[in-house]
Nanobody, 120 residues
Framework: VQLQASGGGLVQAGGSLRLACAAS????????MGWFRQAPVKERDFVAA????????YYADSVKGRFIITRNNAKNTIYLQMNNLKPEDTAVYYC??????????????WGQGTQVTVSS
């Protein structure tokens, strides 16, 4: 089972990035697919999640109205469109599959992380 995250990079404040997470090795039809982020010396925080077979989405308050999580079941891939990025969005972003929405401890599968850096 593998989750492969991609799409990170360096962007100026106000810019946009789209992250992708490709899943392989099994289907995750009974899992939430989520994005978390971790800045240096901080805990890993919930960003967004989506149900795999439905269209229900969840967002942290800090990203509501700026980030959009979507999924393409045919490609076994989820995306995180990040708009109006702020320097405080700088972190390593991880995709994951789990059985609860916001608790990282309930996520069983993790991608390798992709760095997002937002300059002011």
């Amino acid at each position: 089972v593998q989750l492969q995250a991609s799409g990170g990079g360096l962007v100026q404040a106000g810019g946009s990035l789209r992250l992708a997470c490709a899943a392989s090795g099994r289907t995750f039809s009974d899992y939430y697919m989520g994005w978390f982020r971790q800045a240096p010396v901080k805990e890993r925080d919930f960003v967004a999640a989506i149900t795999w077979t439905g269209s229900v989405t969840y967002y942290a308050d800090s990203v509501k109205g700026r980030f959009i999580i979507t999924r393409n079941n045919a490609k076994n891939t989820i995306y995180l469109q990040m708009n109006n990025l702020k320097p405080e969005d700088t972190a390593v972003y991880y995709c994951a599959a789990g059985l609860a929405v916001t608790n990282p401890g309930a996520y069983d599968y993790w991608g390798q992380g992709t760095q997002v850096t937002v300059s002011s």
